[in-house]
């Protein structure tokens, strides 16, 4: 996209901004698709491979969501800098994004491979998956840096409002992931050493196009690539940002990390159980996370040019969108729990543990989705300093204590009853510090 170029997103009803969305949605759902599509396959080889998903892929996101900053803080800064038309800012930002990812891609993971044994341990790894976790593990590495770069790159594109482009890349992506685990898992007869190589060859491929699109306008690779660019601002805005991010990402990561833990502590079962309720939590989780990506978008847009009408209107009908769609996962949770378990197992002792939960799964989908649409309009009101202390307190006042319960009692149901606590003090602190803001910058 052009610099100066008209951007998208100027319809603020609920069908304009559900059409906005789409793209984003489609992609954010798909961009986690790995983890859900190596689950659902080897669910149905064998369920302790489950669990050597549940114990890999839980230490890969964690690092992962851990510099989610890249994501947040470059698209809500792209945007920001592009509705204001400032070029020289703008490569800026984009630079000091790809530098940061790049660093944090190499030196993260080579920093898991020579630490991954205290890691599993530190997972609590079963005895009898140490030998799967690793093969899996270790493969998985070799694509961690191209998917740390994929990412920024993709919100660097959805900064500039090119919400259908990132979509058609990741399905791209994704389809090649499903397609090569599938002829290794099945045809090859790889095992869980299939599932990792399909993971890592769409991780590279995703790269290569991202790159390819956010560098093909010749003013911007040249600015970004050998411009004078030595915006102090831009630096420290850029610094600043990605310091409260990340601080929120940790919080959120050891969240995840601990309750697979502590599920870890309760039997293999129970570990696939906890994995396979959160693959299909999550799932819904970044399906909204599309809906949150245009709040941050068009709020920072907004925001920037002080269109508080555009901002409050937008805001509404994100939120009613929100609402929507939780309530759409709720009914179909509800009405099909057996037909969303088969996509992942058919272990009596696993489907027992899933229907002793699932009512949880399915009563709390609409706080949660318009818990992570708060989020997303928070991140386009650049409150991250506000997103990273309330992730902090949220922890600390719902999900440990009931993590503690859960660990004293042996109960995963007091895992999630930890989890759902945490999205219900999301959303309150979530509506009051958006309500304040616009409640302000209207007087």
């Known amino acids: 996209m052009k610099i100066g170029e008209k951007e998208s997103g100027e319809d603020l009803t609920l069908k304009g901004l559900l059409l906005f969305s789409l793209p984003s949605i489609a992609s954010s759902v798909l961009e986690p698709l790995a983890s859900v599509v190596d689950t659902a396959m080897v669910g149905h080889i064998e369920t302790p491979l489950v669990g050597v998903l549940a114990i890999a892929t839980t230490i890969l996101s964690s690092f992962t969501w851990m510099f989610n900053f890249l994501v947040h803080a470059s698209t809500r800064n792209v945007s920001h800098h592009f509705a204001k038309k400032e070029g020289k800012a703008l490569a800026a930002t984009i630079r000091s994004g790809l530098k940061v990812a790049f660093l944090i891609g190499l030196v993260s993971a080579l920093c898991l491979y020579f630490l991954r044994y205290p890691l599993y341990q530190l997972a609590a790894m079963p005895e009898e998956l140490s030998n799967g976790v690793d093969k899996y593990f270790s493969i998985r590495l070799?694509?961690?840096?191209?998917?740390?770069?994929?990412?920024?790159?993709?919100?660097?594109?959805?900064?500039?409002?090119?919400?259908?482009?990132?979509?058609?890349?990741?399905?791209?992506?994704?389809?090649?992931?499903?397609?090569?685990?599938?002829?290794?898992?099945?045809?090859?007869?790889?095992?869980?050493?299939?599932?990792?190589?399909?993971?890592?060859?769409?991780?590279?491929?995703?790269?290569?196009?991202?790159?390819?699109?956010?560098?093909?306008?010749?003013?911007?690779?040249?600015?970004?690539?050998?411009?004078?660019?030595?915006?102090?601002?831009?630096?420290?805005?850029?610094?600043?940002?990605?310091?409260?991010?990340?601080?929120?990402?940790?919080?959120?990561?050891?969240?995840?990390?601990?309750?697979?833990?502590?599920?870890?502590?309760?039997?293999?079962?129970?570990?696939?159980?906890?994995?396979?309720?959160?693959?299909?939590?999550?799932?819904?989780?970044?399906?909204?996370?599309?809906v949150a990506m245009t709040a941050n978008i068009l709020g920072a847009k907004f925001y920037a040019k002080k269109e508080i009408e555009k901002l409050k209107e937008m805001f509404t009908n994100l939120l009613w969108l929100g609402g929507i769609i939780g309530g759409l996962f709720l009914i179909f949770y509800l009405f099909l729990p057996s037909l969303v378990w088969s996509l992942f197992t058919f272990d009596k002792k696993v489907i027992e543990l899933l229907s002793y939960i699932w009512p949880l799964i399915v009563w709390s989908q609409v706080i949660n989705c318009l818990s992570f649409v708060y989020d997303g309009l928070l991140f386009g009101l650049g409150e991250f300093n506000f997103l990273r202390r309330h992730m902090f307190l949220g922890s600390v006042l719902t999900f440990l204590p009931l993590g503690l319960w859960s660990y004293s009692e042996k109960s995963l149901m007091a895992i999630w009853l930890g989890l759902i606590a945490l999205n219900v003090y999301r959303y309150i602190s979530g509506y009051l510090r958006t309500m304040k803001i616009v409640n302000a910058a209207q007087s």
Do not use: M
Request: glycine share 10%; aromatic share 14%; charged share 10%.
């Open 142 to 290: 070799i694509g961690h840096p191209f998917l740390i770069l994929s990412v920024t790159l993709l919100s660097i594109l959805r900064g500039f409002g090119q919400v259908n482009l990132c979509f058609y890349i990741v399905l791209g992506t994704t389809a090649l992931n499903i397609l090569v685990t599938g002829l290794l898992l099945f045809v090859f007869g790889w095992g869980i050493e299939g599932a990792s190589y399909g993971t890592v060859v769409s991780q590279v491929v995703g790269f290569l196009f991202s790159a390819y699109f956010v560098f093909r306008e010749k003013k911007l690779r040249t600015l970004v690539l050998g411009g004078n660019l030595s915006s102090s601002e831009v630096k420290i805005e850029f610094g600043k940002d990605s310091l409260a991010l990340f601080g929120r990402s940790f919080v959120l990561t050891s969240v995840f990390f601990l309750s697979t833990r502590l599920a870890a502590n309760l039997g293999v079962n129970a570990l696939a159980c906890h994995q396979i309720l959160l693959q299909i939590w999550l799932f819904v989780s970044f399906f909204v996370d599309g």
